[in-house]
């Protein structure tokens, strides 16, 4: 049984998806709960539980979880493997997770390149898993990209400096229209909060973006795309 602990942003989640596919035997990830749904929907073998349940949270604290619920207990008893993405090798999480799974192979990874890494940030972290005996296949994915399909088009981003101009993407909208090629335009929850009301109304109008607000919603517009352009963001992330 491997755990795998992991509560970063959702482009770091996206990035986790490949070692999840690689890992030997039933998975289970405990992160929040839409983002470990998607996973279990999304690889065979992977469970999901919620990283805001209380046992989990208090791992953190420097005195740990002094009960367990009889499930959570039995996770930890059966566990041979625990990924953390949440912690160090040295900090109170870590030591907590040790006495409670003391049969367990703990490697705790970064979410981030090392300032001195190159190449992909999996790769590094396939490597590490590796070194402490962690089995992660390079799992080949079949295509599934409809040749007919639209262009999804995602214009937002968390980080304002990481945005390509708005006009920019209208621009890149119109040609596509002018040349016939399908286009599906998705919205997220910093763009309906950052954006002016009447910049929406005119992307709903003109452009027929759709709001994406949960996971599901953002997998569904995703599923079926001849292609994906966007920014430096989470749904970018998800769609590769």
Do not use: K
């Given at each position: 049984m491997n755990l795998v602990f992991h509560q970063a942003a959702l482009g770091d989640f996206a990035l986790i998806l490949p070692l999840l596919r690689g890992l030997d035997g039933p998975t289970t990830l405990i992160a929040p709960w839409s983002r470990g749904r998607l996973a279990a929907a999304l690889i065979e073998d992977v469970s999901a539980?919620?990283?805001?349940?209380?046992?989990?949270?208090r791992l953190h604290s420097d005195d740990g979880p002094h009960t367990l619920s009889p499930a959570v207990a039995e996770l930890f008893e059966a566990a041979q493997t625990v990924i953390s993405f949440v912690s160090q090798d040295d900090d109170p999480w870590a030591e907590h997770v040790v006495r409670l799974a003391a049969q367990c192979n703990l490697v705790c990874l970064d979410t981030r390149p090392q300032d001195d890494q190159f190449g992909h940030v999996v790769d590094a972290q396939r490597e590490k898993l590796l070194s402490h005996g962690i089995a992660v296949a390079e799992v080949e994915l079949e295509p599934t990209v409809d040749p007919h399909g639209p262009l999804v088009i995602h214009p937002g981003s968390g980080g304002r400096d990481k945005c390509w101009p708005r006009d920019r993407f209208e621009q890149l909208i119109?040609?596509?229209?002018?040349?016939?090629?399908?286009?599906?335009?998705?919205?997220?929850?910093?763009?309906?909060?950052?954006?002016?009301?009447?910049?929406?109304?005119?992307?709903?109008?003109?452009?027929?973006?759709?709001?994406?607000?949960?996971?599901?919603?953002?997998?569904?517009?995703?599923?079926?795309?001849?292609?994906?352009?966007?920014?430096?963001?989470?749904?970018?992330?998800?769609?590769?």
């Open positions: 539980m919620d990283i805001e349940m209380f046992e989990f949270t119109d040609a596509c229209r002018e040349r016939h090629r399908p286009v599906r335009v998705i919205f997220g929850e910093t763009e309906a909060s950052r954006w002016p009301q009447h910049v929406l109304e005119h992307w709903h109008d003109h452009f027929h973006a759709v709001g994406c607000g949960s996971l599901e919603q953002l997998v569904e517009q995703l599923m079926g795309a001849s292609g994906y352009v966007g920014n430096d963001a989470g749904p970018t992330h998800l769609a590769a």
